[in-house]
């Protein structure tokens, strides 16, 4: 019985680790690779579950929409894998504008996040938005 469910649990964890890949994938293909992708929250720490979400911080040079909602949508539909991600699109001076805003989410991603594409050459000045928040 615990075998059972030991082997469940991995089974879905790699199922989960291959949709979020090809996920990244498409957003690579989606924006021609030049989008830079920072995961953050409990699967960048390394405390997160089965059933845990990817939070990943999106950033373009540009979207078809300025509304977010729209942008979720635009990429969602053009990205056909079902899974649970969580993503904020944004373009680097909005980003930038969150963080000097406060936004707490936007924070979390630069403080703690991991930069696992980076497709715009933007390393050294997350680097830098990291150096300016106080942990």
């Excluded at 019985?1 to 089974?11: F, G, I, N, Q």
């Excluded at 949709?19 to 929250?41: H, M, P, T």
């Excluded at 635009?74 to 944004?90: A, K, Y």
């Amino acid at each position: 019985m615990l075998r059972r469910w030991v082997r469940e649990r991995v089974k879905r964890a790699r199922e989960s680790n291959e949709k979020f890949y090809r996920f990244i994938e498409g957003l690579k293909r989606l924006f021609n690779d030049k989008v830079s992708i920072i995961l953050f929250g409990s699967r960048a720490r390394g405390d997160y579950h089965t059933g845990s979400d990817y939070d990943i911080l999106l950033i373009a040079d540009e979207y078809p929409s300025n509304n977010i909602f729209e942008r979720i949508s635009h990429i969602r539909s053009r990205i056909n894998i079902i899974i649970n991600i969580q993503m904020i699109p944004l373009t680097m001076d909005e980003m930038i504008q969150s963080l000097e805003e406060g936004s707490i989410i936007v924070r979390e991603a630069i403080a703690n996040g991991v930069l696992i594409y980076d497709g715009l050459s933007i390393s050294q000045k997350i680097d830098e938005l990291r150096g300016t928040i106080k942990r």
